[in-house]
């Protein structure tokens, strides 16, 4: 288990391009599954890095509370991963994001842009160390920032993930 604290914000559109380019174009294409087992959401994620292989993983997340989640991830085969999103018809949900990812050295943080395909959204989410961490978002995010969206159930993304088949994704 993992303990995961967690602060995200709304921004408005953002130059893609220049984003890259601070983010040293560490971009990712993830694609992830939701599926209720038993009561519980169990996400499945597809990452595609600009360079490398894909990765696939399982992750069950416990809210303990607004900036906190328990997290159970493992990394799982692309046959474990495929058999999931086959076995789930019913009650399936996607989401398709690129993720751009910068790395500040100088706060030791790490800052995710999540540019949505299927969505008109753009979510920014910075993990912390504690609760009480103070961080500086870099100018050409903070600059685009509408509100704070930390604990906001809507913006989820479990609840931001529409209703598919599982079919056609990978």
């Keep these: ?48 890095p600009n360079y490398g292989e894909k990765k696939y993983y399982q992750t069950i997340k416990k809210k303990i509370d607004t900036f906190t989640f328990e997290e159970d991830e493992k990394e799982i085969s692309f046959l474990e991963f495929t058999k999931s999103i086959a076995s789930q018809t019913e009650n399936q949900k996607v989401i398709v994001k690129r993720r751009f990812n910068y790395y500040d050295e100088k706060q030791n943080l790490k800052f995710e842009v999540d540019v949505y395909s299927n969505l008109n959204l753009i979510i920014l989410e910075v993990e912390l160390p504690t609760k009480e961490t103070k961080f500086e978002i870099p100018k050409i995010i903070s600059d685009n920032i509408i509100i704070e969206v930390t604990g906001i159930s809507q913006f989820s993304n479990a609840e931001l993930s529409i209703e598919t088949a599982g079919r056609g994704f990978f």
Excluded: A, P
């Design 1 to 48: 288990m993992n303990i995961e604290i967690e602060r995200r914000f709304l921004l408005k559109t953002i130059d893609e391009i220049e984003l890259g380019t601070l983010c040293n174009y560490d971009i990712k294409t993830i694609i992830q599954f939701y599926h209720l087992v038993n009561g519980q959401t169990v996400r499945y994620r597809q990452v595609s």
